[in-house]
């Protein structure tokens, strides 16, 4: 391994350590803090080092001189003058063209529009005029009208009757003969046929109705005392309650054993020795208990991955199988002070998973 990659590896290890001091702070573990000494003494030695080392040459120039190869590497501005007209000339032609097309769907739309009109006219002229055939059908000259035809009675027993009649007909066969007097006729006169009157009917009077008094509305019921919602039972408190959980999605493992790192604290994240933590198992019912927690931080998942979580106290019930550990904190001699937290877990491989708790100590 060379001495660069070295250094470069000791400088990344000591900035890890540096992220957990700065989340930490006081409460940093001492085995980091040693370990971040260690690293800054042992890069202030190889640095002090490094400086005696020979500095490497800058290599000449080969094949033509510094002054060719600056005036090789100056850009051409004609270039770019020659790619600019190159560009306009395309951008000139597309709007050119979008001027033609527009020249022509207005001529077209123009050219519609002048045929429509012509078809209309010529429709209107060659329509019959219904104002003609109206006044043909008024107008009583234009049929012929059929005139009543008189033929008169010819009275044999009249002197030149027959001869007369005959004569008057030949003349004009419409007429009556002059000499005949109309018959009178009798004119019809209206017989007026007197009707009874009819006698006056009484109308009968009707009698005044006496109107019943308003009935009064029934007084309204009297408001129905509504009891009192029960008293709720105090929910049991306990000096510890839960301020942290880890996350699952970062927590995956393949090792066969259930793990769950738990940080008993105070109120000030201070590490608290003397309790244990209680498990109870769904549905087998097995029952597990850890050790006493420490009063440091005395376990942690890992040191060199991404996620760290640093706990006093680790609760191993077994291996995994399906069902629910609730767990909670305890005191040496078992009795519960925290409220119960239920983590499942599956006897699928694919769904192995750590877990990470914070039980925090209430202000009293």
């Not at 109206?134 to 009543?148: D, T």
């Not at 035809?149 to 030949?170: D, K, L, R, S």
């Not at 790192?261 to 020795?273: K, R």
């Not at 009795?335 to 239920?342: F, G, I």
């Amino acid at each position: 391994m060379s001495i660069d990659r070295h250094l470069q590896e000791k400088i990344y290890r000591l900035e890890t350590l540096r992220k957990y001091q700065a989340y930490y702070g006081p409460n940093t573990p001492q085995q980091i803090i040693a370990e971040i000494n260690q690293l800054e003494a042992e890069l202030r030695r190889m640095l002090k080092a490094d400086v005696t080392r020979p500095t490497k040459v800058a290599p000449r120039f080969s094949g033509q001189k510094p002054r060719q190869a600056a005036r090789a590497k100056q850009p051409q501005p004609p270039a770019k003058k020659k790619a600019a007209a190159k560009s306009a000339q395309p951008a000139a032609r597309q709007q050119s063209q979008l001027t033609t097309d527009l020249l022509a769907t207005v001529a077209f739309v123009g050219l519609v529009l002048l045929l429509g009109t012509i078809v209309f006219i010529a429709y209107l002229e060659s329509r019959p005029s219904s104002n003609a055939a109206l006044a043909q059908s008024n107008n009583p000259s234009a049929g012929v009208i059929l005139r009543p035809t008189f033929t008169p009675t010819v009275n044999p027993n009249a002197p030149g009757g027959a001869e007369a009649a005959g004569m008057v007909v030949a003349d004009n066969s419409l007429l009556p003969p002059a000499q005949r007097e109309p018959t009178p006729l009798p004119t019809m006169v209206p017989t007026l046929t007197p009707s009874p009157a009819p006698l006056p009917t009484d109308t009968p009077t009707p009698l005044p109705t006496n109107t019943p008094p308003p009935t009064l509305p029934p007084p309204p019921p009297q408001p129905t005392a509504t009891p009192a919602p029960p008293t709720p039972v105090p929910a049991p408190t306990f000096p510890f309650s839960v301020t942290e959980q880890g996350n699952r999605m970062f927590q995956s493992t393949s090792y066969h054993g259930i793990t769950i790192y738990v940080a008993i604290v105070s109120e000030g994240n201070i590490p608290m020795g003397g309790y244990k933590i209680v498990g109870d198992h769904v549905p087998s019912g097995q029952h597990a208990e850890s050790a006493l927690s420490t009063w440091n931080w005395s376990v942690t998942n890992c040191l060199d991955c991404d996620y760290v979580k640093f706990g006093n106290v680790k609760f191993e019930p077994g291996s995994f199988e399906d069902g629910t550990w609730n767990i909670y904190v305890a005191d040496e001699a078992g009795n519960k002070l925290s409220d119960v937290v239920p983590l499942s877990y599956s006897a699928d491989p694919a769904q192995w998973v750590w877990d990470f708790v914070i039980f925090q100590r209430n202000s009293s």
